[in-house]
């Protein structure tokens, strides 16, 4: 049984995707072990309440980055942490936090990455015209919506969106991918080529 840790800063709707597809054991042999948000106002500090998960709120205003971390980091080892999910985390993670966990944290990003990097991703595809938009879940590294990627999905933009229903159809995308992405990352076996994954094959 893998322990999965989510970081969560919003309303978290990928972390009830997430964690409807832990319980349907869809995302198999897992369960979420701490559910941790920066901010106590934080929708996704209520679900997860609701869900009758530990949770936990580590207020970020005012800290140093890796102070922050750091308390981040031993919440996360004290709950036996096998991979760290953010799920709208809206904190860049200092390098010392990545170092921490080698590949076993992702992040996802409402778009197709490398296009549209930072805030508001979904308005920013959306004002440039493209034609496919999407959702990447990746590894995460020392920058910004930056590490290998995992999964994508791609959605056509259709002539009659505007950037509220793009963004809604992208985070429909969202959450089937973060459920995919952490069963290949537990459970797949894959080569990572440089930034290159390589999926091998799936154990049950
Ligand atoms: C999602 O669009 C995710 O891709 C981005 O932040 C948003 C979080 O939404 N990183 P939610 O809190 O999971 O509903």
Redesign the pocket.
Known sequence: MKNLGIL????????EAIAKNVAAGKICDARISIVISNRTDA??VAKARELALETLVLPSKGKAREEHDREVVAALQNHKVDLVC????MRLLSPWFVKQFPHRIL????SLLPAFPGLE??EQAFAYGVKVAG?TVHFVDEELDHGPIIVQKAISVLDNDDEKTL?AR??EQ?HIAYSEAINLVLHGAYDLIGRKLVVKSMQK
């Open positions: 969560l800063s919003g309303r978290g709707s990928n972390f929708g996704g953010l799920a709208g985390y992040n996802i990003h409402p991703a979904q959702c963004a992208i985070l969202e």
